[in-house]
């Protein structure tokens, strides 16, 4: 059974920083992981999608990365901002029954002005 | 504007009352899902469907009912609610394909007393 882990729990960092977001996943036998932002009381945003075959995405100040063999993925925010302030969650789409996208419990960042 | 919309966004109900979520896509995507996430355990799916009339269990679908009669639509139904189905839900639709983003609704807070 496939399980998704995002270690830390929470991070807080100075705006400008950098920030790196952790993803660990147990089976590598993915189709795709895909990372999203959720802000408190709403829905969740799709930030960036890497398809198995992919070693990396980017979009604007964001880039997330793929190891598969490893069973990691990695978030990058550049120049980070007090609007990034959010939970951050990956999910992994599995090959089982379903098709389904196992999630991680979610990093939630505080940026600090 | 391409969105996954669900009603109502807020729900206070008694044990027992049936009720229903509704959830509507405007992307004419096939696959549909729904999820609850609860604090501490992340988002689970509860139930999903590939296309019209075709639905499936995920992990939690105890005390659920779907139907799935308009590509549309996806109503999650709790015919008979109990104080443990208190949770924030989501719904969520993709292209079938297996390197397609998913695309998730604003959530719905029920809470059950």
């Known amino acids: 059974k496939q399980e998704v882990t995002q270690i830390p729990a929470a991070l807080s960092v100075p705006e400008g920083e950098n920030l790196v977001l952790n993803c660990s996943f147990t089976d590598s036998a993915i189709y795709n992981l895909q990372w999203f932002r959720q802000d408190p009381g709403k829905g969740l945003t799709s930030l960036l999608l890497i398809q198995s075959s992919q070693r990396e995405q980017t979009s604007g100040r964001l880039n997330a990365s793929l190891d598969k063999s490893s069973g990691r993925s990695t978030l990058y925010i550049a120049a980070s901002q007090p609007g990034d302030s959010a939970t951050y969650l990956c999910?992994?789409?599995?090959?089982?029954?379903?098709?389904?996208?196992?999630f991680g419990g979610g990093t939630r960042v505080l940026v600090k002005p | 504007e391409a969105q996954v919309t669900q009603n109502p966004r807020y729900l206070i109900t008694v044990t027992g009352k049936k009720l229903t979520v509704t959830c509507s896509q405007n992307?004419?995507?096939?696959?549909m899902s729904w999820y609850r996430q609860d604090p501490g355990l992340g988002l689970r799916q509860i139930y999903y469907?590939?296309?019209?009339?075709?639905?499936d269990k995920g992990d939690v679908p105890e005390g659920y009912k779907v139907s799935r009669k308009e590509k549309r639509n996806f109503p999650l139904i709790l015919e008979s609610p109990s104080p443990n189905q208190t949770s924030l839900y989501f719904c969520?639709?993709?292209?079938?394909?297996?390197?397609?983003?998913?695309?998730f609704g604003q959530g719905t807070r029920l809470t059950v007393v």
């Open positions: 469907s590939m296309n019209v009339e075709v639905t």
């Open positions: 999910a992994a789409l599995v090959k089982a029954a379903g098709n389904k996208l196992t």
């Open positions: 969520a639709s993709r292209i079938q394909g297996l390197n397609t983003e998913a695309f």
């Open positions: 992307m004419n995507h096939e696959y």
